[in-house]
């Protein structure tokens, strides 16, 4: 009985039908835990979590450095309610280092990007925390103050990406945003 | 033992004899339990109005709300519901848990007043706090973030008065094992409220560690704690204590599939490692929420994530076998044999509390488990952080599985405590079904919307302009069903707030009969203790139920292979 206090002896091992799911659950979990490992190995999207320190004013330095040296053009938002209005457009060396900072409210600058060509993506925020989402692919990581995070990314589509925020960040937290154009 | 259970072991407490069940009843108990309920149910309600006004905004052709406000009622949202109504139920539980089940009285009054109090005073100044606006920084006020020091303070105090009623709850449980209040092993249902003691313990200690050093920042004491520790540790409270309300409602499912049915764990051996596991596995837990987050490793992620093998998952699907097993066979012993599921369709779907503790195990286990399994494997996390998604899957878990088993608890703890019928019986019974539609509806239009890319906590979507007409459907699907669930719950909380007023007296009558399957000609109890074949039903049901986890689960590595490379 749930509700009265056992007096009679309760353990014995399972048996029967419950035997056979426990089975049954333990071979799944079993599987499910393979799986990480498996794709960590062989599959092409993990998060590493690759990171540094950093303070945000050297995060913000690199990335002046990095607009100064890649810049190629400039992005204005056509957006009619959107707060960023102009961005410049950055296009860093093939399988080199791209820069991206995330602050109230905008994802600073816009990154022109070749398809089939590997990157490291560095991204830091110079305020609070916010969520780099790619989209229309739905891609996301956490940007947090004080951490280089490093993303090894191949955009391996074309088009114009957008970068939502996906972490609260204030007021103006729906309309942060920034581009990604693959070419 | 029937004529000394009035006396709760020591002589002279004050008890009295439950009319229904023959029970002893501590009266202290009584009073706190009373207590802890009510003012559970009334953050109930105020979190409920905040979520109808949330649905109201993010329905998008609706859109409520002005942007502060929005954010404002977010966190008030959060705070009432996660932590105010879940924590005061979730004391009123322990206190039943530790007492009539056992025959003995409450360890301490002052120790019970001084818990209610502190909870009550803390969840005044949190609420307060928040509606002057002085705290718009969500439920997990991420650092910098950074709101007003009566916010932190009275979290403090919230989790130090809940601290100490399960201070209570342990020392209840000594003295009733010292006095021999009880003979044997303390019942399953007991065991899973210890279980969940444990948990809430370990829970609330993270709390104070990252609370504290919070507190002492907001009021320029100290320096700011690292954002990435703040996040590590927050969660060992944020999602540890979401796993306190997983024990708390197997524990409820144990509880009234046994009042309602007669069901009885087929196995008390395997249920009570089952509450183990989750005690030495849900902490890992907290890694869920840094799946896509700077400077933790993938080997931390991998094995975290999995609770080391999902040795806790493990324990929910081992639980989610044992309690609808137990109905089959109590069911099957009573008479009801005909065919695989003659047994299904003979049960009191009538009974609000019995179609509470269905739908909470078939929203929960079908929608929630599944979902939360998944987006927490390591790498499908990177399709799924902070997209509706999560608030999809953690809807059905702590509101369609928790919530509404607390709803079907309560349809026998206000008769049986507050010793007053039930007031529109014939509601009670649409009440249950109203709430589970309301939020399965309001979670699929969550998780379809996130896995359009939508995000959480975002007041409005038109400002990025890449979101097309399938987003915004499904978040009109996530306001209808956000709606309903809350006329589900207001009706509830009419139902026992009017109860309490002018429900008929019970004194030492039984309490109204919800409905229970009468036993047929020819049954026998016990019959079917041997016979490990008996739960053909169920174990269909379970089969059926991997088969989904599987689609479900692999579909979503699918998605992720389409996404672009990345490491």
């Given amino acids: ?183 | 033992m029937s004529t000394s259970s009035h006396n709760l072991a020591a002589p002279g407490t004050p008890g009295r004899v439950c009319g229904t069940t023959g029970l002893g009843v501590c009266l202290d108990a009584q009073r706190f339990i009373k207590l802890n309920a009510v003012c559970g149910i009334v953050f109930l309600l105020l979190g409920g109005i905040a979520a109808l006004l949330l649905a109201l905004t993010r329905w998008q052709t609706v859109h409520l709300l002005p942007v502060d406000w929005f954010y404002r009622i977010l966190t008030f949202h959060g705070i009432n519901m996660l932590i105010l109504w879940i924590l005061f139920f979730e004391v009123a539980i322990l206190y039943f848990a530790c007492t009539t089940p056992l025959n003995a009285r409450l360890f301490s009054r002052k120790i019970a007043w001084a818990s209610f109090l502190m909870m009550l005073v803390g969840a005044v100044m949190v609420d307060y706090i928040i509606l002057a606006g002085q705290a718009d920084v969500m439920m997990t006020s991420y650092l910098p973030l950074l709101a007003h020091p009566l916010f932190y303070l009275g979290i403090i105090l919230v989790a130090v008065g809940t601290l100490t009623g399960v201070f209570n709850f342990f020392a209840t449980l000594y003295v009733a094992k010292r006095d021999h209040a009880y003979e044997g092993s303390m019942p399953i249902v007991t065991f899973g409220a210890t279980a969940a003691a444990i948990i809430a313990v370990v829970t609330l200690l993270h709390g104070a560690v990252v609370m504290i050093p919070t507190f002492t920042y907001s009021m320029g004491w100290t320096a700011q704690p690292d954002p990435a520790w703040y996040r590590l540790i927050w969660w060992g409270l944020g999602h540890q204590s979401q796993q306190v309300n997983v024990c708390a409602m197997v524990s409820v499912w144990y509880l009234l599939s046994h009042i309602v049915v007669g069901a009885r764990p087929i196995n008390e051996a395997v249920c009570r490692t089952a509450f183990v596991l989750y005690i030495l596995f849900i902490n890992l837990a907290s890694a869920h929420h840094l799946l896509v987050d700077p400077g933790v490793g993938a080997t931390w992620k991998i094995w975290n994530t999995s609770y080391a093998m999902y040795l806790a998952v493990l324990a929910s699907m081992v639980h989610g076998f044992t309690v609808p097993a137990g109905v089959e066979i109590a069911m099957r012993e009573k008479g009801y044999t005909s065919g695989i599921f003659g047994w299904v369709t003979a049960l009191p779907w009538k009974n609000p509390a019995f179609s509470a503790t269905a739908l909470s195990l078939v929203i929960f286990g079908f929608l929630g488990g599944i979902t939360g399994v998944t987006l927490g494997t390591q790498q499908i996390n990177i399709i799924a952080h902070n997209t509706l998604r999560i608030p999809g899957h953690f809807h059905v878990t702590v509101v369609g599985g928790t919530t509404l088993a607390f709803m079907g608890l309560a349809y026998y703890v206000v008769p049986l405590i507050f010793q007053r019928d039930f007031i529109f019986r014939g509601v009670a019974r649409v009440q249950p079904w109203l709430f589970g539609i309301g939020i399965t509806l309001l979670s699929f239009g969550m998780s379809f919307a996130g896995s359009m890319g939508v995000s959480r906590r975002s007041w409005d979507i038109d400002a990025q302009g890449v979101y097309g007409p399938g987003a915004h459907l499904w978040l009109g699907v996530l306001g209808i069903g956000g709606v309903l669930a809350f006329i589900g719950l207001l009706v509830f909380a009419l139902l026992c707030v009017g109860t309490l007023f002018f429900g008929a007296k019970i004194e030492q009558r039984a309490m109204f009969d919800w409905g229970t399957p009468p036993a047929l000609a020819g049954s026998k109890s016990g019959s079917l203790a041997n016979d490990h074949y008996a739960t053909k039903g169920t174990i269909i049901l379970a089969l059926v139920f991997l088969a989904c986890f599987a689609v479900y689960y692999f579909a979503n590595w699918k998605a992720l292979a389409d996404v672009w490379p990345v490491r």
């Avoid at chain 1, 991206?100 to 816009?110: D, K, N």
């Avoid at chain 1, 090894?152 to 309309?175: D, L, W």
């Fill in chain 1, 1 to 183: 009985m749930s509700l009265r206090p056992l007096t009679t002896p309760w353990f014995h091992g399972p048996a029967g039908h419950e035997k056979i799911w426990l089975g049954c659950a333990i071979l799944w979990c079993f599987v499910m835990s393979l799986m990480m490992p498996y794709w960590h190995f062989r599959g092409k999207q993990n998060s590493t979590g690759e990171a540094y320190t950093v303070k945000p004013a050297d995060f913000f330095a690199r990335t002046e450095k990095f607009v100064a040296a890649n810049q190629v053009g400039t992005y204005k938002n056509q957006t009619g309610n959107a707060l960023m209005g102009e961005l410049p457009l950055c296009e860093p060396p093939a399988g080199g280092d791209a820069y991206l900072i995330g602050r109230m409210w905008q994802w600073y600058p816009a990154l022109r990007l070749r398809q089939g060509e590997t990157y490291r993506l560095h991204l830091s925020s110079l305020d609070l925390q916010h969520g780099f989402s790619l989209q229309p692919l739905n891609m996301n990581f956490q940007v947090l103050p004080g951490y280089d995070h490093v993303l090894t990314i191949t955009p391996t589509s074309k088009g114009e990406f957008t970068i939502v925020c996906n972490e609260f960040c204030g007021a103006g937290h729906h309309a942060m945003s920034g581009k990604i154009f693959v070419e």
